[in-house]
């Protein structure tokens, strides 16, 4: 899998899950500190983000790292 297959697969992914946990962007930027637009950036595979990152993202929605990069 290539890096930018990746990083859709993470955003598509958290974007699913964070919508069938009913949580806006607002409420994960509240939960995790980050901002909406680094949210929105993720969820649209256009930021590479760190590692502590990607388990703090997952970690809102009862996902791991590996459940996150699967396809759908």
């Given at each position: ?5 990746i990083?859709?697969?993470?955003g ?14 607002d ?20 930021h ?25």
């Amino acid at each position: 899998m290539d890096e930018q297959k990746i990083l859709e697969n993470f955003g598509i992914n958290f974007k699913h899950y964070r919508n069938k946990a009913k949580l806006s962007q607002d409420d994960v930027a509240d939960i995790t500190g980050f901002s909406k637009s680094y949210i929105s950036n993720v969820e649209c595979a256009k930021h590479n983000l760190s590692l502590v990152n990607a388990v703090k993202f997952a970690s809102v929605v009862n996902k791991t790292v590996d459940e996150m990069i699967k396809d759908l």
